[in-house]
């Protein structure tokens, strides 16, 4: 296999990634091929810029989160801002006290956060209201819903804590492969139901009991050594009404009608980044920054181009009627699902957009790894 790879990708911890180039017989870093030029563009589409902010270096995928009307950010160095959505001056900034070592969750009012330590930090307005020491790594941010902050760890063990003093609430663990891989996992709510990735399944749990409700497979580990069965669910996931689209590390993308507990379809697709689109096509990057679009229906292929390969693309998410990723420069290039075709391409401060942007009504927002915050309006 290709040595090239995203940088963030295998951050698995030293135990991994000693196991890893064991069996790879390789080492996980080369020199990379060089970026496809971009191909001249004539914009057929408008977004306007509401503002730019800088926030500090960022040394992991960085999704920023939306609730309530206001933006929640976060800086390697544990500096949280808040900010509304229509203006670059935070509302609010407060510290953890320590490097943070995924993003952040936020509910409107309070934000949570895991440092570099292990310890879970909970956040509102300028101080910090607890603290909680963890028993595993975490590389997913934390999510801030129904008065909970809910974590879930490298072990692939999915923990719940009150919001408001961290009383500890329950823990369910399933059993655990002997690597995971160190990007941010699945961790939303839908309705009263917390929907986790556990390696390769999607599982929904019982927010108040931490009780399984439905368990569901969407991809089948294979391989002849450890590495090479890794299909970890990679999040954001994209839900489409009572469709769950994720894809799973370097095997499959896939997606689950939760309400039937029912596997839609599942596509053998290599890639490590989340993938998004509509209720007519999902969109998705592989390790190669080849960008395919598939049926939502049935899985069907409809299309896929090669105009951004080598580039490093991050998460995929939806913007309206569009599609939009970035790349490694700094680029968000911006998509037509049906079609692939580039219809925008947006600039920022030329440091790398890995995560998905994140999306509230025709409002979109970047992080850049320079710490560059970016706001536009689509039309």
Known sequence: MSAVMNRS???????????????????????????VALEALTP?????????????????PMQPVIAAGRLATAASDGTV??????RAAPQWTAKAGSRLSAGVGFDG???AVVTADNELVVLHKA????RKRLASRVSTAPLVAGERVFVLGLDRAVEAYD???GRYLWRLQRTSDPLSVNLNGVLMAMGDTLVVGQGARLV????????VRWDLPMATPRGSNEVERLADLVGPALRLGDTVCARAFQSAVACVDVARGALRWTRNAGGFHAVG??????????????????????????????????RDLGGVATWGSWVAVGDEQGQLHVMDPTSGRTVLRLSTDGGAIEAAPRVSGQVAVVVTRKGGVYAWRAP
């Open 9 to 35: 990708v295998f951050r698995l911890g030293l135990t991994a990634l000693v196991a890893a180039a064991a069996l790879m017989g390789c080492s996980l870093w080369s020199d990379k091929p060089k970026p």
């Open 44 to 60: 057929s589409a408008t977004a306007t810029a509401l503002w730019s902010a800088s926030d500090g270096r960022v040394d992991f």
């Open 81 to 86: 801002t808040v900010r509304g959505l229509d």
């Open 109 to 111: 009012e309070r934000a």
């Open 127 to 130: 101080g910090v209201l607890w």
């Open 163 to 165: 919001a408001l003093d």
């Open 204 to 211: 929904g749990v019982d927010p108040t009991r931490g009780s």
């Open 277 to 310: 689109g509509n209720g007519a096509v999902i969109v998705g990057a592989d390790a190669s920054d080849r960008v395919s679009g598939w049926r939502a229906e049935s899985g069907e292929l409809l299309w896929s181009h090669e105009r951004f390969l080598n």
